[in-house]
T-cell receptor, first 114, second 113 residues
Framework: ETGVTQSPTHLIKTRGQQVTLRCSSQ?????VSWYQQALGQGPQFIFQ???????GRGNFPPRFSGLQFPNYSSELNVNALELDDSALYLC?????????????FGPGTRLTVL | GDSVTQMEGPVTLSEEAFLTINCTYT??????LFWYVQYPGEGLQLLLK?????DKGSNKGFEATYRKETTSFHLEKGSVQVSDSAVYFC????????????FGKGTMLLVSP
């Protein structure tokens, strides 16, 4: 069974640029959540997708957007990058998004904005 | 809103010492509670969970009991190993209809031989 994978591992961008991060869910999982983890902080919820539809959103501006594809892989897009967007971005997949479904995390993408 | 507060680190222990990492929460209703562990360079792994009051979660020698009266979920281990060195996150499930985790800031544990 393949776990959650993310690409790229590291990324360096400059202010104002746009970035796309990718996540491949664990086999059989139809729900994916994205989190931002700033240095020294806990992960913060960005949004969740369930069967290709956005299912919930945290306190992040609209320049953070996402997609989930029919194979349940996912993308996180961030436009107009700001210095404060520098963080580890984690995706997590779960079987069906239920409250007691375990979320399996990928290793993350480290984004640095200069 | 829902929130999680955990003790600041780093917590520095010698091998075989007793570990406690404190975690308290505020939440509407009765959330499920979790401890996640993050090893260097890796993503988060679920360590243990408890879904209702007085439940005890346990895994790999770690334990935590859901205490509704004190809104706490402290993590304990009787004898830590060097391999337990990692960052530990307490979390709860947001109860508003979809399963999003609310995390504490994390506590780094450093265990020396």
């Amino acid at each position: 069974e393949t776990g959650v994978t993310q690409s790229p591992t590291h990324l360096i961008k400059t202010r104002g640029q746009q970035v796309t991060l990718r996540c491949s869910s664990q086999s059989g999982h139809n729900t994916v959540s994205w989190y931002q983890q700033a240095l020294g902080q806990g992960p913060q919820f960005i949004f969740q997708y369930y069967r290709e539809e956005e299912n919930g959103r945290g306190n992040f501006p609209p320049r953070f957007s996402g997609l989930q594809f029919p194979n349940y892989s996912s993308e996180l897009n961030v436009n107009a990058l700001e210095l404060d967007d520098s963080a580890l971005y984690l995706c997590a997949s779960s079987l069906s998004g239920g409250l007691n479904d375990e979320q399996f995390f990928g290793p993350g993408t480290r984004l640095t904005v200069l | 809103g829902d929130s999680v507060t955990q003790m600041e680190g780093p917590v520095t222990l010698s091998e075989e010492a007793f570990l406690t990492i404190n975690c308290t929460y505020t939440a509407t209703g009765y959330p499920s509670l979790f401890w996640y562990v993050q090893y260097p360079g890796e993503g988060l792994q679920l360590l243990l969970k408890a879904t209702k009051a007085d439940d005890k979660g346990s895994n790999k020698g770690f334990e935590a009991t859901y205490r509704k009266e004190t809104t706490s979920f402290h993590l304990e281990k009787g004898s830590v190993q060097v391999s337990d060195s990692a960052v530990y996150f307490c979390a709860l499930i947001f109860t508003w209809g979809y399963s999003t985790l609310t995390f504490g800031k994390g506590t780094m544990l450093l265990v020396s031989p």
